[in-house]
T-cell receptor, first 116, second 111 residues
């Protein structure tokens, strides 16, 4: 099993659809992250969970809703998205529950989202 | 938020050539990380530099952290097609230690 697995790898949705992205980590890490990667922009941190508690919500619109049911799984629920939300959504994990010491991030392969 | 500017944004060179890419900031970072993201994959950590002036080597890749810890460079010797990818630098923000990522350098090595 690879360290961090994301599904689906590709998703096309209309603006009125509801869909979810899934992330699973097999590394025994304590923190999990959602990042957005758009063309010509730096990676944008969206959400951080440490020991299953959300500790960061980086001014993300409410049409993105994260869920962390346990330390191995992270979801990003999508509802009434806009075309500008089209991007690569990357999940990552790190060993540290102390978010003052992020250390190395282990990324999944990403979910390529297209909003029509 | 501390910003990291990477240059060049795009670089395309022939196999066997040498190259250097840069990561610059006006802010001091306690450390800097370099990641490589290959097409269709997530970023993978290459190295972390911590001490001002530090030089780390990873086979044909040489990473340097500036003396003032505001900048870093990555030099690749005899580039190979397998070096193709997006190179990202990242550093922890002062105060909250959340990683800030640079704008990236997209490198293409032509066989």
């Amino acid at each position: 099993e690879t360290g961090v697995t994301q599904t689906p790898r590709h998703l096309v949705m209309g603006m009125t659809n509801k869909k979810s992205l899934k992330c699973e980590q097999h590394l025994g890490h304590n923190a999990m992250y959602w990042y957005k990667q758009s063309a010509k922009k730096p990676l944008e941190l969206m959400f951080v969970y440490s020991l299953e508690e959300r500790v960061e919500n980086n001014s993300v619109p409410s049409r993105f809703s994260p869920e962390c049911p346990n330390s191995s799984h992270l979801f990003l629920h999508l509802h009434t998205l806009q075309p500008e939300d089209s991007a690569l959504y990357l999940c990552a994990s790190s060993p540290f529950s102390d978010l003052m010491n992020t250390g190395e991030l282990f990324f999944g392969e990403g979910s390529r989202l297209t909003v029509l | 938020t501390q910003l990291l500017e990477q240059s060049p944004q795009f670089l395309s060179i022939q196999e066997g050539e040498n190259l250097t890419v840069y990561c610059n900031s006006s802010s001091v970072f306690s450390s800097l990380q370099w990641y490589r993201q290959e097409p269709g994959e997530g970023p993978v950590l290459l190295v972390t530099v911590v001490t001002g002036g530090e030089v780390k080597k990873l086979k044909r890749l040489t990473f340097q952290f500036g003396d003032a810890r505001k900048d870093s460079s990555l030099h690749i010797t005899a580039a190979q097609p397998g070096d193709t990818g997006l190179y990202l630098c990242a550093g922890p923000n002062f105060g909250n230690e959340k990683l800030t990522f640079g704008t990236g350098t997209r490198l293409t090595i032509i066989p």
